[in-house]
Every structure is written in structure tokens, then in C-alpha cells.
């Protein structure tokens, strides 16, 4: 059983922009934006009269996109036991994105029957899982459907939270600063990483609002998370900056990975740098900070 704390290669997720699949000109412009991630949703975005159109439409958008741009590309399919589930999968094995994302996952199960749709139709190599967080009893077994990710080929990669749904059905307050919902957001972080996942934050409704958006972004970068749910290109920088790497933590992880490559240093545990322990889960530590800011600087290059 894999342990480690991340076990696929680490991907940028800094910016999951939301992209409804019926409206023509946001898909259009989805390919252009410098998001690290687009999710293609079928589902609340989408009125139930207009499913079926959306599907054709990413089934066509999906022939021409250019899949060496680096960018990720999610769809978000209906729930399996209404009328579109298995249609939206259907429409999946014709687009082949990089990963599904799943609404409303509440228990270990949703997750597995579509995976196990997914190698019945034998797509084992098919897109990964995505699990949207947003429904109380989804809190009640977070253990649960994380540890799905160790089954099924570990096709599980990655959490997302909805607090629109979440607060909802809870009817938690939404206010500035998330007072109520933080220690949920923690436990959502927590049972991704005990069974490494990535874990994205909730979008921010208010994408006129660029104070109080900036400050939530960096609340969730400072709770652990990968990146934000966007819905609205001009958040797009803000997300990439919040989750980004700073010149002054890449100047810090790579003295923290030289001091641990010193000659005086070789052969330790633990080392002193300008006045503090440093041990080498520190050095792992920033070997993945500068890593990141390669994967940025190398998305840069493609831009
Ligand atoms: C919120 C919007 C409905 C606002 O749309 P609009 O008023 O048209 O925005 P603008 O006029 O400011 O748009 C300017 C241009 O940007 C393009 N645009 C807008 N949004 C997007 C987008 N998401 N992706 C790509 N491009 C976008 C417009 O087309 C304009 O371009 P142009 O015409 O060429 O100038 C709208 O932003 C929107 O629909 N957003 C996404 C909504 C969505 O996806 N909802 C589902 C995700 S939210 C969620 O999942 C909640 C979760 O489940 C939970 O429970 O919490
Ligand atoms: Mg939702």
C-alpha cells in the first residue's frame, strides 16, 4: 500500500476554471486562458433541457482541442441515478478528457461504479476521477471515499469542494473568512493527503469582488490546498498567483536542498541552516516547491 504523501507526479492544479458546456463562446475562449485546469460541466450550469446539447457541443469541442497545451482537461457529468449519468459517460469515452469530475459524491460507491464502468467499457486507461466534496453525508465518509484511491488502480486523483451545495443543505452562514467552514475544509485536506489526493478549493461566487476573492485564495493555499475552483476568467491570476511559488520560497527551498547537498553536510539527518533545524523532510519538502516552480516556469515557455 503507497504510503507516500503524493503518489501520481506532481501536476499544476493552481487555477480549475468552470466552463458550462452549452455556452459557445466560454468554451471557445477556455483554450486560450492561462488556467491550469478546465472543468467542462454537464451538470448545475446546465439546464436539464439543454443536457443533451451540451454533450454534442464537447463531443465537438473535444475533436479540435489542442491536448499538448499542458492545460488539464476535467468534464463534470450528471449524477448516475438521474437521466444523464450514463449519456454524460457515454459522451466521456468519446472525448477522452483527462479526468471525470463526479457531483455530489456522498459514499465510497459513487466513486467505484464508475470506475467499474470505466473498465467494463475497457477504458482501464481511461480518465481519472475527480470527487466533488459538497454534501454533508460526503463529510461523514471522507475516510472512506478517499481510501477509494487506493483501489481500483488508484483511479481516484482528486477532491473538490462545492460549499454552494455544502451550505445548501447544512445551512452554514457564508461569511467573509469562513469561520464555520474551516474546520470542514481542513478535514477535506487531510483525508485527501492520508491517501494522496489533490485537493481543490471552493469557487468564490463573486468574481467582481477581487479583495475578498485574493484573500480566500491564500486562506486555502495557507489550509493545504492545490488550487481553486474558478468561475469566471478573471480570477484566473489571482488563483495562479495565490498557489503560485514566490522568488523568496524558491530561494529558501533551494537553500534548504544545497545545504542538505554540502559535502560538510553529507551523510546527516538533520542540519543547521542560518540559525534553524532543517531536516530532510524539509529537503523533500522544497525539492517539490522547486519542482512546481519549474512545471510554472515551464508553462510560462508554452504561454
Ligand atoms: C458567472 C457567469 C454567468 C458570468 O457570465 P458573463 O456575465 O457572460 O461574464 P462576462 O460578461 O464578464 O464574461 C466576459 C468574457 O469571459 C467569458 N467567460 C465568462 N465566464 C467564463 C468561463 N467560466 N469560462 C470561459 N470564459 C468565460 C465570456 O464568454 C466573455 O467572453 P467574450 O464574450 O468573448 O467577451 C459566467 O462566468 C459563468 O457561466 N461561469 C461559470 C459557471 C459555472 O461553470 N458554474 C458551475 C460551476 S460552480 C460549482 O460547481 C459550484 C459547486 O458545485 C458548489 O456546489 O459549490
Ligand atoms: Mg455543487
Known amino acids: 500500500m503507497n504510503r507516500t504523501p503524493h503518489h501520481h507526479p506532481l501536476r499544476l492544479r493552481r487555477s480549475v476554471l468552470s466552463v458550462p458546456a452549452v455556452n459557445a463562446r466560454a468554451l471557445a475562449k477556455s483554450a486560450?486562458?492561462?488556467?491550469d485546469a478546465v472543468i467542462f460541466d454537464l451538470e448545475d450550469s446546465v439546464l436539464p433541457e439543454k443536457k443533451a446539447e451540451a454533450r454534442a457541443a464537447l463531443v465537438e469541442h473535444f475533436k479540435t482541442l489542442d491536448r499538448s497545451s499542458g492545460q488539464e482537461h476535467v468534464i463534470r457529468i450528471n449524477a448516475l441515478d438521474g437521466p444523464d449519468g450514463v449519456l454524460d459517460l457515454e459522451a466521456v469515452l468519446d472525448c477522452m478528457p483527462d479526468a471525470v469530475l463526479l457531483p455530489k459524491v456522498s459514499e465510497p460507491q459513487d466513486v467505484l461504479t464508475v470506475?467499474?464502468?470505466?473498465?467494463?467499457?475497457?477504458?482501464?486507461?481511461?480518465?481519472?476521477?475527480?470527487?466533488?466534496?459538497?454534501?454533508?453525508?460526503?463529510?461523514?465518509?471522507?475516510?472512506?471515499?478517499?481510501?477509494?484511491?487506493?483501489?481500483?488502480?488508484g483511479r481516484l486523483d482528486c477532491f473538490v469542494v462545492g460549499l454552494n451545495d455544502l451550505r445548501k443543505e447544512t445551512g452554514i452562514a457564508d461569511v467573509p473568512g469562513r469561520p464555520f467552514l474551516v474546520p470542514l475544509l481542513?478535514?477535506?485536506?487531510?483525508?485527501?493527503?492520508?491517501?494522496?489526493?489533490?485537493?481543490?478549493?471552493?469557487?468564490?461566487?463573486?468574481?467582481?469582488?477581487?479583495?475578498?476573492?485574493?484573500?480566500?485564495?491564500?486562506?486555502g493555499r495557507q489550509m493545504g490546498f492545490d488550487g481553486k475552483m474558478l468561475i469566471h476568467p478573471a480570477q484566473i491570476a489571482a488563483a495562479n498567483e495565490a498557489y503560485?511559488?514566490?522568488?523568496?520560497?524558491?530561494?529558501?527551498?533551494?537553500?534548504?536542498?544545497?545545504?542538505?547537498?554540502?559535502?560538510?553536510?553529507?551523510?546527516?539527518?538533520?542540519?543547521?541552516l542560518a540559525g534553524r533545524m532543517v531536516e530532510k523532510l524539509h529537503a523533500d519538502q522544497a525539492g517539490r516547491i522547486l519542482a512546481k516552480a519549474d512545471l510554472i516556469n515551464d508553462r510560462k515557455k508554452k504561454a
Open 32 to 35: 486560450l486562458l492561462d488556467c
Open 244 to 272: 503560485g511559488v514566490t522568488e523568496a520560497e524558491a530561494a529558501e527551498a533551494l537553500a534548504i536542498v544545497s545545504a542538505f547537498a554540502a559535502p560538510d553536510n553529507a551523510g546527516k539527518a538533520v542540519v543547521s
Open 115 to 153: 470506475a467499474d464502468w470505466f473498465s467494463e467499457a475497457g477504458a482501464d486507461d481511461g480518465p481519472r476521477l475527480w470527487a466533488m466534496i459538497e454534501t454533508a453525508a460526503s463529510l461523514l465518509n471522507l475516510a472512506a471515499i478517499a481510501e477509494t484511491g487506493r483501489t481500483r488502480g
Open 186 to 219: 481542513l478535514q477535506v485536506v487531510v483525508a485527501a493527503r492520508a491517501c494522496g489526493l489533490d485537493v481543490i478549493d471552493s469557487v468564490f461566487n463573486d468574481f467582481s469582488d477581487d479583495e475578498n476573492f485574493g484573500a480566500e485564495c491564500r486562506q
